[in-house]
């Protein structure tokens, strides 16, 4: 019986040794076949992804939700090319961006924003666009670097007192982590890339879902998630303590969602509970930065994919004309 079972444990072992060799195999041949579709700047000895399309006096920039990056962007990025120049980066490790070797701190994602818009901006009046988590880089960018910015337009923002009136936020955030850490293993092993059809489309279609696919299964998208989850708390206490002087004289545009985003981790009682909440929430953010606001209807919270014409509209006359004047009305 000894025999056997050592026979056996041998068999497995050769067998789980090849799957891994099988995974690694594939990891290369996803990276061979999925290369960065923009440029690469240097930054501080790194390198950030950074894609930009059209052309024009005015520059849109586009900042991406909590753990998510440049791709998320493909269905309105080419809309507003139409029209004038917009870029869009991933965060550092995210993507195609290289690791850092600092926390992701709100004030490090910032100085890597400012990094990205001193090499591609030049004087060009500039229009922010953040998505989420990404509203509170773009605003706490407008504060610290104001000029030429005509207007800031936010996705379904998040606001920097969910923790506090969210239930059950930090647990979700917490949940998120383990998760990102044990699917960052399985990357390092290679077994992601043995079956990236398993990884969630993410409202994603096309090649920018095959794109988005392989960046999860082979990169360091998982690492960096993990850790920038893990600072999300605290980026939203910090944010607390921003002054929003300078967004008193730059016209704001919020684009709430319309349709319940669905949290898994949340129990039932509590999803329904949240969607009370996120709308004062961004009532909140409404009447602080004297915004005007628009509901999306058809979209839950990735609203630059479910109605990217909507968002193209909002920014569109920030792009023709000079800034108009906040009107504080809700559409």
Not at 132 to 137: P, Q, W
């Amino acid at each position: 019986m000894g025999n056997l079972l050592i026979g056996i444990f041998i068999v497995v072992a050769i067998l789980f040794a090849g799957l891994l060799i099988v995974g690694q195999l594939a990891r290369r041949s996803l990276i061979k076949r999925f290369p960065s579709p923009g440029t690469m700047l240097e930054s501080k000895g790194r390198r950030l992804h950074v894609r930009c399309q059209g052309q024009g006096p005015v520059t849109v920039l586009l900042e991406s939700g909590l753990n998510d990056f440049s791709l998320q962007w493909s269905r309105l990025q080419p809309l507003i090319a139409q029209a004038t120049r917009t870029c869009c980066y991933d965060r550092a490790g995210l993507g195609w961006s290289d690791p850092s070797p600092d926390p992701p701190t709100i004030q490090n994602a910032v100085n890597d924003l400012h990094a990205v818009m001193q090499s591609l901006n030049g004087q060009a009046p500039l229009i922010l666009v953040g998505h989420s988590y990404g509203s509170l880089l773009v605003r706490l960018y407008a504060q610290q670097h104001p000029e030429n910015i005509r207007a800031i337009v936010l996705l379904d923002p998040a606001n920097e007192f969910m923790a506090e009136r969210i239930r059950g936020y930090t647990e979700v955030l917490d949940s998120g982590v383990h998760q990102f850490r044990r699917l960052a293993l399985l990357v390092s092993l290679g077994l992601v890339a043995l079956s990236t059809k398993n990884i969630p489309a993410n409202l994603l279609q096309g090649e920018a879902l095959r794109q988005y696919r392989a960046v999860v299964a082979v990169r360091g998208f998982a690492r960096a998630a993990a850790a920038e989850t893990a600072e999300m708390a605290a980026n939203l206490r910090a944010m607390q303590a921003v002054p929003q002087t300078a967004l008193a004289n730059i016209p704001v545009v919020i684009i709430s969602r319309g349709q319940p985003e669905s949290i898994p981790a949340l129990p039932d009682k509590s999803a329904q509970a949240l969607e009370a909440t996120w709308a004062s929430l961004q009532t909140d953010l409404v009447e602080r930065l004297n915004a005007r606001q628009i509901i999306a209807q058809g979209s839950g919270h990735s609203i630059q994919l479910s109605q990217p014409e909507l968002v193209y509209e909002a920014i569109k006359p920030f792009i023709d004309r000079e800034s108009p004047a906040n009107s504080g009305r809700q559409i």
